[in-house]
């Protein structure tokens, strides 16, 4: 079992940045792959990066490529998503995740198990 802390988000102005962070708190929680997703009224939740448990491999969604960065430090079992050049497409309900295969990188909501509550986070233009 993971649960999942997420810090709070906040209101930024186009072209800034923000900095989430998401604590897990579980035994193995260390071993999991993270990842973070958002999503927008009316929209689906989408991809938005994920990193392997070690963090040896990363992988983002083309929107974000370039403009965030995610990272990890497991020995404070803790994610986190720089978010830079912001945009106000950028708004969204973020969500950080935990998917039990270490490696596999998944960018399918469905293929984690263990969700975040959620921080907003919106740009303005």
């Known amino acids: 079992q993971v649960q999942l802390v997420e810090s709070r988000g906040g209101v930024v102005q186009a072209g800034g940045s923000l900095r989430l962070s998401c604590k897990a708190f579980?035994?193995?929680?260390?071993?999991?792959?993270l990842g973070w997703f958002r999503q927008a009224p009316g929209k689906e939740r989408e991809f938005v990066a994920t990193?392997?448990?070690?963090?040896?491999?990363?992988h983002y969604a083309d929107s974000v490529k370039g403009r965030f960065t995610i990272s990890r430090d497991n020995d404070q079992n803790t994610v986190y998503l720089q978010m830079d050049s912001l945009k106000p497409e950028d708004t969204a309900a973020y969500y950080c995740?935990?998917?039990?295969?270490?490696?596999?990188?998944?960018?399918?909501?469905?293929?984690?198990?263990?969700w975040g509550q959620g921080t907003q986070d919106t740009v303005s233009s």
């Open positions: 995740a935990a998917d039990r295969f270490p490696f596999r990188n998944g960018i399918n909501y469905r293929e984690y198990d263990y």
């Open positions: 579980g035994r193995t929680a260390s071993r999991y792959a």
């Open positions: 990193i392997s448990w070690r963090g040896e491999t990363t």
